[in-house]
């Protein structure tokens, strides 16, 4: 390479034969590669994670401050934010010990119904569960059996995971979905840990980037650690993790079990009461800025219907107080729920702003628009808690990764789900459900039997799957 060419080449000659004379004709072609990309191209695995062992232990001090200040803004717990370290809160029982973690609410969720299944059919094993997020673990510690240990999960810094990992000594590790930390996976792989991952999902956008040649090599060396992975889909496949790993056991977020934990039952009660004689609609995990296309077809729907409720559940309980604080002011009558306002004849508004409630709230409304689907870049969000409760479903156009749930009900039934472009389809859908009852109840009836045919046994088919392949050989 010479001082015009800073990066590396790859020259290709092609050869054609021309005419009854056969000339030979060449082209070279120059394809310049980025520096990084050789670089990583040449590199095993082992040496990428290498790399990134050693960069989080660098960053350590600096994530260390980033969540003190997290800490300080309400984003950690106050007292349990030295779990994030690794540092436990409470003793491990003697015995063998199996760890599920789930980063947030909705995969905290799905990993119960599987727990209370452990539970029950091994009660010798100790149960661990750690999630990430605060709101989570608001919403979790109160679900989980009796006797299950709850922690927050350690960030992937090593001196975090070995600390959690040598304190802890699990014989399994369970991960919901997707995430795939490094330091933790090859902590436990060294350590000789079974690890299984199920419900495995991966976005189309981190799809693309594990893909790539400068996380691929990794991507697959983490894969190769597990005993089990129960995808959604075949992008684990063509990331190169083993076939003889690979089962499909189906959604567990089709799994509902429902108690009185689940929000406030007798306030509930009091709301289903006096939206008895109202025409109600539900609009749920609303993230910021689909309010603006929810209240504008509220607006529409309150031409034809007076007596309309719209219930508005943001996916944050801050952004609920900040909708009704702004509706308010612009002289909309708006009942809050974390103030346990009371609905009144001129109240067609009731945000809120609670976690942890939707399962129950879904009971309270025939529709259900699904948010997190209107707006571009966003992924959407779970429908089978709607259908479950036998509400006529509704979603926007950018579903993300539910699109292999939203696909599989309509494929039983084309009106399980109904997905429409916009604010427009959206006025014109639910004008057509409150002013036809045959229709709304034709749909309300498509989505709950949808929901019952897939959700079928999957509890079992995920036990079964994590006996054979990983505590088979954890516990043995």
């Known amino acids: 390479m010479g001082p015009r060419d800073p990066l590396p080449t790859m020259r290709i000659t092609k050869t054609k034969i021309n005419g009854p004379a056969k000339k ?6 120059t394809i310049r590669l980025p520096m990084v990309m050789v670089m990583v191209m040449a590199m095993g695995a082992a040496i ?12 350590s001090p600096l994530v260390y401050l980033h969540l003190r200040w997290r800490k300080i803004r309400g984003r950690e717990h106050p007292l349990r934010w030295p779990e994030r370290l690794g540092r436990p809160s409470v003793s491990r029982p003697p015995g063998p010990l199996i760890w599920f973690h789930a980063v947030s609410l909705g995969e905290g969720m799905a990993a119960i119904p599987v727990i209370k299944h452990c539970r029950r059919l091994r009660p010798d094993l100790h149960i661990l569960m750690t999630t990430t ?7 979790i510690k109160n679900r989980l059996p009796s006797g299950v240990i709850y922690q927050f999960c350690p960030l992937d810094i090593p001196v975090a995971v070995d600390a959690f990992l040598g304190y802890w000594k699990p014989s399994a590790i369970i991960i919901i979905e997707g995430e795939l930390w490094p330091n933790l996976i090859m902590g436990a792989s060294k350590h000789g840990i079974a690890l299984g991952l199920l419900n495995a999902r991966v976005s189309t956008k981190s799809f693309k980037q594990w893909s790539g040649p400068l996380f691929r090599p990794l991507i697959s060396l983490l894969l190769s650690k597990f005993s089990l992975i129960a995808p959604l889909a075949i992008r684990f496949q063509l990331l190169e993790a083993s076939p003889s790993t690979i089962n499909f056991s189906g959604d567990l977020k089709y799994v509902h079990e429902y108690d009185e934990s689940e929000g406030d039952i007798g306030s509930i009660e009091d709301l289903k009461a006096s939206l008895a004689h109202r025409q109600v609609w539900m609009a749920s995990s609303i ?30 309980p801050q952004h609920g107080k900040e909708i009704a604080q702004k509706l308010q002011k612009e002289g909309e009558v708006v009942a809050l729920r974390s103030r346990h306002e009371k609905l009144m004849p001129r109240t067609n508004v009731y945000v809120v702003d609670t976690l942890g409630e939707l399962r129950q709230l879904y009971k309270l409304t025939p529709i259900a628009v699904i948010g997190g689907s209107f707006l571009p870049g966003l992924a959407g969000h779970n429908i089978s808690e709607a259908a479950a409760a036998g509400c006529a479903v509704l979603t926007g156009p950018h579903i993300g990764h539910y699109s292999n749930m939203v696909s599989a009900m309509q494929r039983l039934n084309p009106k399980s789900v109904l997905q429409v472009s916009g604010k427009s389809e959206l006025e014109e859908a639910l004008s057509q459900l409150f002013s ?4 709304l109840e034709a749909q309300q009836m498509a989505a709950k039997q949808a929901f019952c045919a897939l959700s079928s046994g999957i509890v079992a088919n995920v036990w079964n799957l994590l006996n054979f392949h990983v505590f088979r050989r954890a516990l043995c």
């Open 24 to 29: 030979e004709k060449k082209w070279n072609v």
């Open 48 to 59: 990428v994670y290498k790399l990134y062992r050693a960069l989080t232990y660098g960053v």
């Open 133 to 139: 997020t605060y709101s989570a673990f608001e919403v």
């Open 287 to 316: 993230h910021r800025g689909e309010e603006k296309v929810m209240l504008a077809v509220h607006k529409v729907l309150m031409q034809k219907n007076p007596n309309l409720v719209t219930i508005i559940v943001p996916r944050h």
């Open 436 to 439: 036809d009852a045959r229709v």
